[in-house]
């Protein structure tokens, strides 16, 4: 059973600074992954997908890596702002071709202080 | 335009009752989701729906049914209502073997129960 654990849980950092969220998956055999960020009381907004044959993906400040043998993901933002403050979810696809949904982490809680 | 919508995106309602939360997606996709997001904000899959064929997480319980009346829907009705079903309930939509396979979540359904 898969299982996807997102490190830290919270953090809290100056604006500007660069940082990394990390994802882990417990089974290697996915389809995709995606990250997602949501805001307070919100739903959620896809940030970035990474198909399993693919290294990374970039958008804007954003670059999302994977490492798909050794079960790891990360989310770069870079010079960060206030407005990058939320949840941001990590969530993976099994390459089983049917209808399975996403396995998602627990989330980190990220806050940028002004 | 919504790629995918809900309805009502708040619910209140008693111990016991009967209710339903709607979803239509407008982006021709095959697969649709329901996901739970509990008071702790981890989000959970609960059924996946794809050309009548219904995956169910084994950790649902039968009180729960998704009804697809035509390919753009998937709704979810909840039998006798419990303190523990209040959580936020997000619909999803997805394409089988599109290159990226991307998940399309609606704004979700905030249900209380009292």
């Known amino acids: 059973k898969q299982e996807v654990t997102q490190i830290p849980a919270a953090l809290s950092v100056p604006e500007g600074e660069n940082l990394v969220l990390n994802c882990s998956f417990t089974?290697?055999?996915?389809?995709?992954l995606q990250w997602f960020r949501q805001d307070p009381g919100k739903g959620l907004t896809s940030l970035l997908l990474?198909?399993?044959?693919?290294r990374e993906q970039t958008s804007g400040r954003l670059n999302a890596s994977l490492d798909k043998s050794s079960g790891r993901s990360t989310l770069y933002i870079a010079a960060s702002q206030p407005g990058d403050s939320a949840t941001y979810l990590c969530?993976?696809?099994?390459?089983?071709?049917?209808?399975?949904?996403?396995?998602f982490g627990k989330g980190t809680h990220l806050i940028i202080q002004p | 335009d919504t790629a995918v919508s809900q309805t009502p995106k708040y619910l209140v309602t008693q111990m016991g009752n009967d209710k339903s939360i709607k979803c239509e997606q407008n982006?021709?996709?095959?697969?649709m989701y329901w996901y739970k997001q509990d008071s702790k904000k981890f989000l959970k899959i609960m059924f996946s729906?794809?050309?009548?064929?219904?995956?169910i997480n084994e950790t649902v319980p039968n009180r729960f049914s998704p009804k697809s009346p035509d390919k753009a829907h998937l709704n979810l009705h909840i039998n006798s209502l419990e303190l523990g079903d209040s959580a936020v309930y997000f619909c999803?939509?997805?394409?089988?073997?599109?290159?990226?396979?991307?998940?399309?979540f609606g704004p979700g359904t905030r249900l209380t129960v009292t």
């Open positions: 089974d290697s055999a996915i389809y995709n």
């Open positions: 969530a993976v696809r099994g390459s089983g071709g049917g209808a399975d949904g996403l396995t």
């Open positions: 729906y794809n050309n009548k064929e219904l995956i």
């Open positions: 999803a939509s997805s394409q089988p073997g599109a290159p990226s396979y991307e998940q399309y």
């Open positions: 990474i198909q399993s044959s693919q």
């Open positions: 982006l021709g996709h095959d697969t």
